[in-house]
C-alpha cells in the first residue's frame, strides 16, 4: 500500500452517513488542509462493512433491499461526483478498520469521518482508533444536523425530554450555519499515480451483488420489484438536489402544511428523508434554499413547516446522544415497566399488513414492498402495535431498521420508542378508524395496497368487519376466509374486537427481548424499571419519523 506523499501527509476521508461533496465537513476540512499545505494527497474510502449486514435480534437483515439499492446508488453517485474534480472513491467490501489500517501506510494519516453518536457506530470508531496507533489518527468531524451541537446556546445533556422546548431554544438561541464549500477540481488531489489499489475493493451494482457483504448465516437480500410505489427513490447527490429543486419550483411547498399528511401522492411531503438518512442531502441546505424561496416567493406555515421538520430530526440526534442506549431499550429512557403479549402471530400479522385493519393492513404492505411509508401512517403503526396489540415495540424498531429506505437510527428508534410512551411525553394512542377516515376518507389508499377490498363501498372500507354478509358477499370479500378474497377480521384483543389492550403502569414480566436488555445487534446497558408515570406531562405535536 502506498504511502503518503514526501512533501506532506496523506488525508483518509471515511464516507459513512454523509455520501455527498457539498457542505460536508470531513470534505471542506480535507480541501482546507491541502490548501494550507498540512496534507499532499487525499484518499477517499467507502467500506461495503459486513457488521451492516448481520441478522438483527428478531431475525431480519439489518440493512434490507430498499435501503441497500438506495445507498449503492448513493456510493456509486458520490463516486462519480469525486471523479468530475479529479479525485475517486475507493469502495471496499471489508471492515472500516481494516481498510484504514491499510490506507495508513507508514504513518502520518488523519482520518476525517462524520461524528456518530449511537454505540455500534462508536465501537467502530474504536476499533479504526486502535487500527490507526502509531499510524495517525482518527478525526470526526459534526454534520448530520441542521442545528450544529456547538451552536445549541445549551449543553446536549440539558437536551428536554419533549420536542416543544427543545424547538423553542435552538429557535430562539441559535443560528444555522452558512454552508460549506463544495470542492473544486484539484481540490482533493490523489496519491502519485492514482487512487491505492486495495484487495477488497468491491463496486456492487444491485442488491444481489451485496450478498458478498452479507455474513454466513444472515438473510440473503433480494431486490424488490413493486409497480405501485408512489414514488421511485434514487439514490445520490444529484438526485437529492432535484428532488429539493423540484418541490421548490413546483410551489409544492407553499402548500406543505395542508397536504404533509397524505399517502397516494408524491408530492404531498417533500420526500427528502432518504437523501437526508444518507447523508446525500444537508439538512442546512434545505434551510438555506427554504429561506430563499421565503424571500423570492412566499413565507408561510406550510415553509416554516418544512425547517419545523428538520428541526425534529435534530431533536432526535441530540435525545439520542442524551440517552444513549436506553432508546435502544425495552422500558425506554424513564423506564416504564408494561407487560407485553409476547403474541408472535400478532407481529407477524401486522408486519405482512393482514392486522383486519385496512389503514394499518395498507401501509405496512406499503413498507415491505416498497420501504416507505409516510409519517402518518408510521405513527398510526407504531400505535396499533404498542398500545393495541401490545406488543415490545422493539420487534416494531427492528423491523423498520430492516425495512426502511430512509432508516436513521435516531430518528427510527427515537420515535419508537416515544411511541409506545417509554419517553416520558403524553402517549398517543391512536384510533386507527378515525385515522383512516380522516386521512383516507373515500378508501383510496386502502384500496391501493390491499387490493382484496377494492370492491368495498366507502361505508365499510374503514371497518370492514362490520359489512353484513350480502354487503361482503357483493364485495367478494371472504371475513376470515383462506380463499381468494379472504380478509381477516382484527387482531383479538385490541379495541377493535371490544377489548382493550393498552392498559397503562402494568406490571414487568421480568427478563428481556432477544439481544439483551438493549437490542440492537445486542446493545447493553442497565434495566431501569422505575415504572415512572408517563401521565401528566404534555407536548404540542407527535415525534416526526425519518
Known sequence: MASAGSNGHRAVLWFRNDLRLHDNAIVAESAKGVKDGKFSEVVPVYCWDPRQFVATPWG????????????????????????DIGSDLLICNAK??????????????????????TSEELRVDAK??????????????????????DDLGFPVEDTAD?????????????QVRKLLPRPGKGDLPLPEGGLPAHPAQ????TVEDLNNVVPQGAPQLQTQHSTQRTYRFQGGEAEAIKRLQHYLKSDAIADYFNTRNGMLHEDESTKFSPWLAMGCLSPRLVYH????????????????????????????RFFTMKHGNKIFMEYGTVGRDVRWRNNPQAFQRWKEGRTGLPLVDANMRELAQTGWMS????????????????????????????ALVDYDVCSNWGNWVAAAGMTGGRINAFNITKQSKDYDLEGNYIRKWVPELKAVPQSHIHEPWKMPPDVAQQAGVQLDGSGEGSYPRPIPGTRYTGQAAFQQGSHGRGGGGRGGGGFRGGRGGDRDRRGNSSRGRKQSDFERFG
Open 202 to 205: 468491491f463496486a456492487p451494482q
Open 96 to 117: 472500516a478498520e481494516d481498510a484504514i489500517a491499510e490506507l495508513a501506510g507508514a504513518g502520518g494519516v488523519t482520518v476525517f469521518t462524520q461524528q456518530e453518536v
Open 289 to 316: 434554499e427554504v429561506k430563499k424561496y421565503e424571500s423570492q416567493r412566499t413565507a408561510n406555515k406550510s415553509t416554516y413547516w418544512v425547517i419545523f421538520e428538520l428541526t425534529w430530526r435534530d431533536y432526535y
Open 162 to 174: 419533549v420536542f416543544t422546548p427543545f424547538k423553542n431554544k435552538v429557535e430562539g438561541r441559535s
Open 375 to 402: 409519517n402518518r401512517g408510521r405513527q398510526n403503526v407504531a400505535s396499533y402495535l404498542a398500545l393495541d396489540c401490545e406488543e415490545d415495540w422493539r420487534q416494531g424498531g427492528d423491523w423498520f431498521e430492516s
Open 128 to 149: 479504526v482508533r486502535r487500527a490507526l496507533s502509531g499510524k495517525g489518527k482518527l478525526q470526526p468531524l459534526w454534520g448530520p444536523t441542521l442545528y450544529h451541537k
Open 60 to 83: 431480519h437483515p439489518k440493512t434490507g433491499p430498499a435501503a441497500a439499492q438506495f445507498r449503492i446508488d448513493s456510493v456509486a453517485a458520490l463516486q462519480t461526483a469525486l471523479r
